[in-house]
């Protein structure tokens, strides 16, 4: 999986401006911050980060050979247009309606490949003229680059299937002289806020950090899984109530689980076969949910209906006193399952959230250790009471398998493998 950073567009050259910062500057700030929050979110990192000033070679010769091809040409002021008239596949994923209006355009649809560069801006030399890519041909380029010819998964916002997604398509099929570049499109409805999308430029967003204020990433990732993707999402307290119920329902639901198989249960009425047979509905129903386009909605339904099963076992007033032993692998089968379902479905267990806290917490530690020791090292008199406390930190965190290593003024640590 790669994931492309945008570092340089008109509204980033517009900001940077605005705040008279380097551009490189104000995009690593915000990327570092976004992968921080996902994160907390819980979301997998991809196996690449590619922002696109680090491909600005690759994407020159990408925009030349579809001019080379005659797919494209060259406007008065060096910028270059793809023409869509002369390619004759495009509007595979929509209907295209016109873009946008410039007088040396051959059609309203034709879209920008590269920009001629304006006064005061940032630019790259082509053969063409010192400009900067348009966006487009961004996420063409890197996905080609990383992947060649062929994706499997491009996904996106349902906003951005024209122009953007039509676009990548037409320009990526001339390039490899493919008829399909990608094989499937996964497009992700609005997350809306009182029946608007939730938008930057709307400035209605709720940030992820006011966000976990309130609620946990667990809870979030729930209100994600018990909607369908492609849907429109509205967020509210009321929805997220429900997601927060179901939660509970299910970590309760683990929690007698755990009870029952280790012998703290003393109530019940399990019903093994009834179980066995129930667990393997569950899972081809959730299989089957899951391979119609990830519809994990009803996944979720199917999981919460073999929770409901087992929960009326276990709390069974007509309960047995002497309920046979042999149903402790039925319920631990079921409670297995569900864990490596939740897991699967990015729903941190408690262990794995603590363990996310205490990282938090040794990392507040080696910061502040390391802004005094640094303090230290500036001094002309060093303090030695102080720079002693420091190794005494490192020493004591070196006997719960946490090494720290200090180079000049930078600190780093990291957990030993045993």
């Known amino acids: 999986m790669a994931m492309c950073v945008t570092d340089i567009d008109d509204k980033i050259i517009a900001r940077s401006k605005g705040l008279k910062q380097n551009y490189k500057d104000l995009t690593k700030h915000y990327e570092n911050e976004f992968i921080e929050d996902m994160k907390t979110l819980n979301v997998t990192r991809p196996h690449l980060y590619c922002r696109v000033t680090d491909y600005m070679p690759q994407i020159i010769q990408f925009v030349k050979s579809i001019l080379d091809k005659g797919n494209a040409y060259t406007l008065k002021d060096g910028s270059v247009y793809f023409d869509t008239h002369k390619y004759g596949m495009y509007g595979k994923l929509s209907t295209p309606i016109s873009d946008s209006f410039h007088p040396d355009k051959k059609s309203s649809l034709d879209f920008c490949l590269w920009k001629a560069a304006k006064e005061d801006e940032p630019f790259w030399e082509s053969p063409w003229s010192p400009g900067r890519p348009g966006w487009h041909i961004e996420c063409s380029t890197?996905?080609?680059?990383?992947?060649?010819?062929?994706?499997?998964?491009?996904?996106?916002?349902?906003?951005?299937?024209?122009?953007?997604?039509?676009?990548?398509?037409?320009?990526?099929?001339?390039?490899h002289e493919v008829e399909q570049w990608v094989n499937y499109w996964v497009h992700y409805g609005y997350?809306?806020?009182?029946?608007?999308?939730?938008?930057?430029?709307?400035?209605?967003?709720?940030?992820?950090?006011?966000?976990?204020?309130?609620?946990?990433?667990?809870?979030?990732?729930?209100?994600?899984?018990?909607?369908?993707?492609?849907?429109?999402?509205?967020?509210?307290?009321?929805?997220?109530?429900?997601?927060?119920?179901?939660?509970?329902?299910?970590?309760?639901f683990i929690s007698d689980c755990h009870s029952y198989t280790v012998g703290n249960w003393d109530t019940g009425n399990v019903d093994e076969a009834t179980l066995f047979r129930c667990l393997e509905e569950t899972k081809i129903s959730i299989n089957t949910a899951l391979e119609n386009d990830f519809n994990t909605a009803k996944a979720m339904r199917s999981l919460i209906n073999l929770i409901n099963v087992v929960n009326k076992m276990l709390h069974d007033p007509q309960s047995s006193t002497n309920t046979c032993s042999t149903c402790i692998p039925a319920v631990a089968a079921v409670l297995n399952y569900t864990s490596e379902m939740l897991s699967k479905f990015g729903i941190l267990n408690?262990?794995?959230?603590?363990?996310?806290?205490?990282?938090?917490?040794?990392?507040c530690l080696i910061k502040f250790r390391g802004t005094v020791r640094n303090k230290i090292l500036e001094q002309d008199v060093k303090d030695e009471t102080l720079l002693t406390a420091c190794d005494e930190v490192r020493s004591e965190l070196s006997n719960y398998g946490i090494i720290i290593k200090d180079r000049k003024n930078e600190t780093s640590w990291s957990i030993k493998k045993y």
């Open 142 to 175: 890197i996905a080609s680059t990383i992947f060649g010819s062929s994706v499997d998964f491009h996904s996106g916002g349902i906003d951005l299937i024209f122009p953007h997604h039509e676009n990548e398509e037409a320009q990526s099929c001339c390039y």
């Open 350 to 363: 408690p262990s794995t959230v603590n363990d996310y806290r205490m990282d938090s917490v040794v990392e």
């Open 191 to 252: 997350l809306s806020l009182k029946h608007e999308k939730m938008s930057k430029s709307l400035k209605n967003t709720i940030s992820i950090r006011e966000f976990l204020e309130k609620y946990t990433a667990n809870q979030f990732r729930m209100l994600c899984l018990l909607s369908n993707y492609k849907n429109e999402l509205q967020f509210s307290d009321d929805v997220m109530n429900n997601a927060v119920a179901v939660l509970h329902k299910i970590e309760h």
